[in-house]
């Protein structure tokens, strides 16, 4: 059973980098043709897709955060990462990591990280 | 990008009726739509993939019908744990992008 668990700081400075880390189990993240992706909801709204690494590490990213995303694979710690810079209120919102199949749907989802920005 | 809206915002239903909840893109995606089931304070659980099939461990009680830009999420006898919040999703195109949510609350 695949199951994912975000972790990170739930508190960022504007104008600096959001880390967060997606812990996986029950599969391995370089397993072939698995990809991983993030989503975040904002408060009371609906839902955002931010970008998705595939097993080999590449990277395609929703280009309204283009500029400011990347994420990486922890192949050792079967994790993968997700760091926004430059970051304002407006990035506040709860982030979910998931798995996403075939690069079309997304399950299962880890539980969700609130990430408040604020000074 | 494709925008999806759902119609209606709110949807109130009796416990054992039927919900039919909707949602259009603005562009065509074929079959390649997603439904979403977010019960409070958890995070969205896979029902639909492919329009209209069901995923794992998902109740024969959710069906999904559509194609093109027409889509529906019908739930045929609401259960209590059937209140919760719907989203659409497409995977025609890039970036994939998601309805704003149905709620359905108990009438």
Known sequence: QVQLQESGPGLVKPSQTLSLTC??????????????????QHPGRGLEWIGYIYYSGNTYYNPSLK??????????TNRFSLKLTSVTA?????????????????????QGTQVTVSS | ???MTQSPITLSVSPGERATLSCRASQSVNSNLAWY???PGQAP???IYGASTR???????FSGSGSGTEFTLTISSLQSEDFAVYYCQQYNDWPRTFGQG?????K
């Open chain 2, 55 to 61: 995923a794992t461990a998902i109740p024969a009680s």
């Open chain 2, 37 to 39: 089931q977010q019960r």
């Open chain 1, 23 to 40: 812990t996986v189990s029950g599969v391995s993240i370089t397993s072939g043709g698995n990809f991983w992706s993030w989503i975040r």
């Open chain 2, 1 to 3: 990008e494709i925008v």
């Open chain 2, 45 to 47: 659980r896979l029902l």
């Open chain 2, 102 to 106: 149905t709620k359905v609350e108990i």
């Open chain 1, 90 to 110: 407006a990035d506040t919102a709860v982030y979910y990591c998931a798995k996403f199949d075939y690069s079309r749907w997304f399950g299962p989802w880890g």
């Open chain 1, 67 to 76: 500029s400011r995303v990347s994420i990486s694979l922890d192949t050792s």
